[in-house]
């Protein structure tokens, strides 16, 4: 099961009744799949482009390293270039107006850009209070405090995707974060519930499933824990390494205001220093042992 969530499978859209070779997979990789660019310059050169739809990207690392900076900055970056509606699981009240709003008057140029190749005539002389407001307008955040309560709003949303894809051709949103997604199924993969991994992999296959069928990035946070002998690794552990398409640890000493992101696993790697407010980061690519 693992290694089938690993693969890079085409869209499920006329992939059922037949076959696919090299040349189709290829084909569906290189010109069905797009990304969402960060808006962090540096993050979208190491990606590629940026989260690409269609796949789930991790971002992990220890408390206070920048994960949901990272993802605040995401959904910024979505909701104001008008790419669609950003759709924010928050599982432990991170979420933040304020540290939205702080970006936003903090990234020159996020507001009076183009929206799908079109100059936004007048949104740039808006009062700021406006322009916030319709930004916001784009991010939809629901709280989520248990893997119960997450399993049903993926089930809404899939019923969502579904009702949009059936009216009106295809549903707005385009990017599905969840922060942080181990603090829901890290207390459930422990001896206290015996189906806890079938429930994780429940999960993961259902987040892959929304990607492939609708187009979206998924972009998930995962903590890390220790691995002893003063090291950490990533919460969720080996049954669920297999699951994210995209891997990216980010680290900051202790003390310090540089950090490192390392890929662990990409199809595409590049190298690039990169500026994540309020801190810098330095962003290298390559493959580590876990």
Known sequence: MEERMNQDQPSTEGRCGRFWNGMDLLKDVTENKHFLPTGLEGVDTLLGGGLRQGQLTEVTGPSSSGKTQ??????????????????????????????????????????????????????????????????????ICESVFDIFALSEVLHQLEVSLLNDKEKNGGSRIRLLIIDSISSLL?????????????????????????????????LVTNHMVSAGNGAVKPALGESWKAVPHVRLVISRERGSNMCTATVLKHTLLYAAVFSFPPRWFLMYAGQQQQ
Request: with cysteine; net charge positive.
């Open 70 to 139: 990272f993802c605040l900055h995401s959904a910024s970056h979505v909701a104001a270039k008008h790419m669609g509606v950003v759709m924010y699981l928050d599982t432990s009240n991170s979420f933040s107006p304020g540290r939205i709003a702080t970006i936003i008057d903090g990234t020159p140029g996020l507001f009076g850009q183009r929206a799908y190749g079109v100059q936004l005539l007048g949104f740039d002389l808006q009062p700021k209070d406006v322009r916030l407001k319709s930004i916001m307008r784009n991010i």
């Open 186 to 218: 890290a207390p459930i993969i422990g001896g206290k519930y015996p189906q806890g991994r079938a429930m994780m992999i429940s999960v993961a296959m259902t987040l892959k499933k929304l990607a492939d069928e609708h187009n979206l990035s998924v």
